[in-house]
């Protein structure tokens, strides 16, 4: 079983990745969400400390870049070598429409030869060895087919699929059959996209035996899936409990409480998902403030577990 975390920027942070890994485990590699790199060769305060060894201390972390300039790119990762890192992610599926207007992220899927031309810079030239993270097309799926073409040509670690158009951000249905092309090509394939609770990693894993995948909401709503998915014990709510103040607590060491609450707030949205009534209760964490905070909590963790306990969207 090959478990990945995925990168969700702003959820999947270094305190997130370490709680999750400390309390939980069974992930293979944690994908850091994107820095995006510029001409002024820094960067920010969020992306330095996500980044940054110290934090990553015993977690197995991939850091992704996220830049249409092939010398953006091998700036950043040098930057990831000099740190320790012996891999580096390229997202060229975000669909935020700051991303793509920039040509950035899945804006990148827009122009297959000018992304074939910046493939073959950053192949030639990185120091470190590269996986790629996709989407299937920008705005319909007969895009697929000429950027597989391109995708196959290039010596890559692995490519991460999220099989969604970037017109449909995280929503709508996936395209299966754009996967299965993908798988007939030999390249090392991730699958990401709607795993959401055991039985839908158990239906990728009825398809694909031995295809990694990678979690993103899932994961979030029920940090113990890799756990049961390797055949071990269902999600309880004492662990609930555990995780959340180890959480809690390890935010308090960096932020204000504003901050804190939030961090927790995002996180907990998803969690909520795994109780009856999914829906009323990430209603019951999403509205609350800093001070209403804590008492919604204790109400979440009295109500029952669901059965398979995963994200509902
Ligand atoms: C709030 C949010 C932030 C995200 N940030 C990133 C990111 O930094 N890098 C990236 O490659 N994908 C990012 N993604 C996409 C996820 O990694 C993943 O592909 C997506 O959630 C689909 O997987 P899932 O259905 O398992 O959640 C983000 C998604 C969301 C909803």
């Known amino acids: 079983m090959d478990i990945r975390s995925a990168p969700l920027e702003s959820l999947t942070d270094a305190v997130f990745r370490r709680v999750h890994h400390q309390l939980f485990g069974g992930v293979e590699k944690y994908y850091i969400p994107f820095v995006s790199p510029t001409s002024h060769h820094c960067f920010s305060p969020r992306e330095r400390r996500d980044i940054a060894p110290e934090n990553n201390e015993g977690v197995p972390v991939v850091p992704q870049i996220m830049t249409r300039y092939p010398e953006h790119f091998l700036w950043a990762a040098q930057e990831m070598q000099a740190r320790g890192y012996d891999e580096v992610?390229?997202?060229?599926?975000?669909?935020?429409?700051?991303?793509?207007?920039?040509?950035?992220?899945?804006?990148?899927?827009?122009?297959?030869?000018?992304?074939?031309?910046?493939?073959?810079?950053?192949?030639?030239?990185?120091?470190?060895?590269?996986?790629?993270?996709?989407?299937?097309?920008?705005?319909?799926?007969?895009?697929?087919?000429?950027?597989?073409?391109?995708?196959?040509q290039y010596p890559m670690k692995e490519l991460i699929i999220h099989p969604r158009l970037r017109v449909q951000f995280y929503k709508g249905d996936v395209y299966p059959e754009a996967f299965r092309l993908a798988a007939q090509t030999g390249l090392p394939l991730v699958?990401?996209?709607?795993?959401?609770?055991?039985?839908?990693?158990?239906?990728?894993?009825?398809?694909?035996?031995?295809?990694?995948?990678?979690?993103?909401?899932?994961?979030?709503?029920?940090?113990?899936?890799?756990?049961?998915?390797?055949?071990?014990?269902?999600?309880?709510?004492?662990?609930?409990?555990?995780?959340?103040?180890?959480?809690?607590?390890?935010y308090s060491r960096i932020f204000p409480k504003d901050q804190v609450h939030c961090k927790m707030r995002g996180l907990m949205k998803h969690v909520a998902c795994c109780f009856e009534r999914p829906e009323k209760m990430m209603k019951l964490i999403a509205k609350t403030n800093p001070y209403t905070y804590h008492a919604a909590v204790e109400k979440l963790l009295q109500a029952p577990l669901r059965e398979a306990p995963g994200f509902v969207p």
């Open 89 to 152: 992610n390229l997202n060229i599926g975000c669909p935020s429409g700051t991303v793509t207007a920039k040509g950035k992220g899945a804006g990148m899927l827009r122009e297959p030869e000018a992304l074939r031309a910046f493939l073959n810079e950053i192949f030639a030239h990185s120091p470190l060895p590269i996986s790629i993270k996709t989407r299937i097309g920008f705005a319909a799926p007969e895009e697929w087919d000429a950027l597989l073409e391109i995708l196959r």
């Open 191 to 250: 699958y990401n996209g709607d795993l959401f609770d055991l039985p839908a990693c158990q239906a990728l894993q009825a398809d694909y035996p031995l295809m990694p995948m990678m979690l993103g909401r899932g994961l979030l709503a029920n940090p113990a899936l890799p756990r049961q998915l390797g055949g071990g014990a269902a999600l309880t709510v004492e662990e609930i409990a555990r995780y959340h103040d180890a959480l809690e607590q390890e």
